[in-house]
């Protein structure tokens, strides 16, 4: 069996989805949409932003 760390990888690379987004962070689904509407594939941004809403 081989170890394909490309598999993993990809997973990381692209948007956030929102159910998944909204319960890390706690916040509504609609603002989880927004930020990741807003911030796209830039995960590091929209952890920050999804940390500002639910504080």
Do not use: L, W
């Not at 998944?20 to 949409?33: L, V």
Request: hydrophobic letters at 30%; proline letters at 2%.
């Amino acid at each position: 069996m081989t170890n394909d760390k490309t598999k993993n990888a990809a997973a990381t690379d692209g948007p956030y989805d929102v159910i998944y987004f909204a319960k890390k962070h706690r916040i509504s689904n609609e603002d989880a949409k927004d930020i990741i509407e807003k911030y796209g594939a830039n995960r590091k941004e929209a952890d920050k932003a999804g940390r500002r809403i639910s504080a």
